[in-house]
């Protein structure tokens, strides 16, 4: 129960018990009032008839007094007249019953009120001729206490509503900074250490909030402070020092990592552009025009937004790659052919009128090596060289003609799969590198033709990913787990399953992922849903409200083959995912350098920093594993540990 809904409760309860005091004391002291009045009544009424019965008595004309007594007692205020002789004899008696009319019985039993009776000695002279005793009728004392208590009753209801909406109200204002601390809390405890700017007027949550931004601004300090370090050891290791490009080492790591991620991808291009006599012109100009000139012709490759370059670099002293994915190849000569105007432009116009350069361009689809794709750039780049100054080739690996009747019969493939979930899974494990217990399950999809025959994800996935059936797959894959997880109790650890980037960009499967999960038992807990570093770089805004709604459903969170890209930091901290998985390439740069192993190291202390796991993939030897375990990695997950197995 929220501090609020308790303080209006105790507030309700104080308020209450006040006005139910109130309520008591006024309705006992209008009773006692009215008892009083009842008396005096009483009283008056027999000292006023005390005077015309001394006439009647004084001539023992009794019919006269009962006609004096009747003429009173008949108005119905009074509940009891008796006439007395000299001796204490009953002469007349006047009586009604006592009545309480419209009146609870409940209210008139617990407050009773009392009718004194009035008595008055009747006489001549010095002669006592009798008494006469009245009792009044309490019927409109009982309602007159009646209609008081209501009327009181709906003034106090009234000031009551009235003072539990200000109460609220106050309360709102009052503790806003509260609810400001509170989320402020939560926020630190997902490792997003915000800063309450609005500081209370309050003395008391004044000095938590400034305590809680000090702590929040000393922490995000820290891990800034790590993060910058992780980065200085990325750049020593990782990037080029004149234009801040990857080296050719980074260049190398990221571009087989995507070659190598099924799915990832279903065209790409690998452009490099190479600069001829840059050696002299460093001699005549010096070596800081030369970086300069490299670092402006740079800024134009990098402008070209529709080539939507992901992996830039220096993979060469005069030599620059440049790798994108899945854009249309029309965009791609038209861009190409745009590049090579600018850089043309921009020499004739700098000291770089001698300068020359080359430009070569090769498309090639998803299921390419990385060896022929460099042997056909490179031929781009020697024949561009060999036909004069500043030309540029671009050339494609694949008859477009034979994709397209290719991806035809491949779509017609996967849809039928789809249709008869002819999809099976196999599963390879994540190992405690310490006490070699399970920590995971990884999930990996194979389709199964007409004949039976298992095709990998690398030969179907481009194709779905061609044809927008990434989100239709990934369904398929879900439901199947969470199928298995809910009527065989799967193994006996979490379950982690793969998403595209084109699942996370698509509202209807995050619709659909909702109500699976909601209806998936216990079976959603023990469910992790891995991103790629890549995926969810290329539209953040939709990677983080899906991570949101996998955080609202409980559901575990994965980065996959993380670590190469320059802002990977930055999206770990942004994500907050629960677990990372390092990129093979990664690390095995780190056993070859010593830098390459820094910056390992860093990324795995960040990561231990925030709480969030570190799983090591590609772990294919003993070595490895050390190397792993010396620097703090807890999980690993590879061929030296346990192979795939079919489920």
Not at 37 to 62: F, K, P, V
Not at 417 to 436: G, H, I, M, S, Y
Not at 443 to 463: E, T, V, Y
Request: proline share 2%; hydrophobic share 45%.
């Amino acid at each position: 129960m929220s501090l609020r809904r308790q303080l209006l409760i105790a507030i309700s309860v104080i308020v209450l018990l006040v006005f139910s005091g109130l309520q008591v004391l006024s309705v006992i002291t209008t009773r006692d009032f009215l008892q009083q009045q009842l008396s005096s009544h009483a009283q008056d009424a027999a000292g006023s008839m005390s005077h015309d019965l001394a006439t009647s008595l004084s001539n023992n004309d009794l019919v006269l007094a009962e006609i004096q007594l009747s003429s009173v007692f008949d108005r119905g205020y009074y509940q009891k007249i008796i006439l007395f002789d000299a001796y204490g004899k009953k002469l007349i008696s006047k009586e009604l019953p006592r009545k309480v009319d419209n009146v609870p019985l409940v209210f008139s039993t617990l407050l009773q009120i009392q009718t004194p009776p009035g008595e008055a000695f009747i006489s001549e002279g010095w002669r006592q001729l009798g008494k006469v005793v009245v009792v009044s009728q309490p019927t409109f004392a009982y309602q007159f206490l009646w209609d008081s208590f209501k009327q009181q009753a709906a003034w106090m209801l009234a000031v009551y509503v009235l003072v539990f909406l200000l109460t609220m109200t106050l309360l709102k204002i009052i503790l806003r900074p509260l609810s400001l601390i509170e989320t402020t809390a939560l926020e630190i405890q997902h490792k997003r250490f915000n800063q309450i700017l609005a500081l209370p007027k309050t003395r008391e949550f004044h000095r938590v909030v400034s305590a809680m931004n000090a702590m929040s601004s000393k922490i995000s300090e820290m891990l800034t402070a790590e993060v910058s370090k992780a980065e200085a050891f990325r750049a020593e290791a990782y990037t080029d020092k004149v234009t801040g490009l990857d080296n050719r080492k980074a260049f190398d790591l990221r571009l087989n990592t995507m070659l190598s991620e099924e799915g990832s991808f279903n065209s790409g291009y690998l452009m490099v552009l190479e600069f001829d006599g840059l050696k002299e012109f460093n001699h005549e100009h010096g070596y800081q025009e030369g970086d300069q000139m490299l670092s402006d012709v740079i800024k134009i490759a990098l402008s070209c937004s529709e080539l939507h370059i992901a992996i830039s670099g220096r993979i060469g002293g005069s030599a620059f790659g440049f790798a994108g994915f899945d854009v249309l190849a029309t965009v791609i000569d038209s861009e190409f052919k745009a590049l090579q105007r600018k850089i043309i432009g921009f020499l004739d116009h700098s000291l770089a009128k001698n300068l020359s350069f080359s430009l070569g361009c090769v498309q090639f689809s998803a299921g390419k090596n990385r060896t022929e794709i460099f042997s056909k750039v490179d031929l781009a780049l020697e024949t561009a060289r060999q036909n004069g100054r500043n030309i540029a080739i671009n050339l494609n690996l694949s008859d477009e003609n034979a994709i397209t009747e290719g991806s035809l019969g491949w779509r017609t493939l996967i849809q039928s799969a789809l249709a008869e979930k002819r999809l099976t899974l196999f599963a390879q494990p994540v190992f405690n590198l310490t006490d070699q217990r399970i920590f995971q399950h990884e999930i990996f999809s194979r389709l199964i033709d007409q004949n039976g025959s298992f095709i990998s994800a690398a030969l179907f996935l481009p194709m779905a990913m061609r044809h927008q059936l990434m989100p239709e797959i990934d369904k398929v894959v879900i439901s199947l787990v969470i199928d298995q997880m809910n009527s065989l109790g799967y193994l006996d650890a979490d379950v982690a399953v793969n998403v595209s980037a084109q699942s996370v960009d698509s509202a209807l499967f995050r619709g659909w992922l909702m109500e699976r999960l909601a209806n998936a038992q216990q079976s959603g807990s023990r469910l992790s849903l891995e991103l790629s570093e890549f995926g969810c770089e290329k539209n953040m805004p939709s990677t983080m409200s899906f991570v949101s709604l996998l955080r609202d459903q409980g559901v575990g969170i994965g980065l996959d083959h993380f670590g190469l890209a320059q802002g990977s930091l930055d999206l770990l901290r942004q994500v907050m995912p629960d677990y990372i998985k390092l990129d093979g390439g990664l690390i095995g740069a780190a056993l070859e350098s010593e830098q390459a192993r820094m910056h390992l190291r860093s990324v795995i202390q960040l990561a231990n920093t925030l709480e969030v796991k570190v799983i090591a993939q590609n772990v294919e030897s003993e070595k490895i594993k050390d190397l792993l375990m010396n620097d703090n990695v807890s999980y690993g997950q590879g061929y030296y540990l346990a192979p795939l197995t079919r489920l």
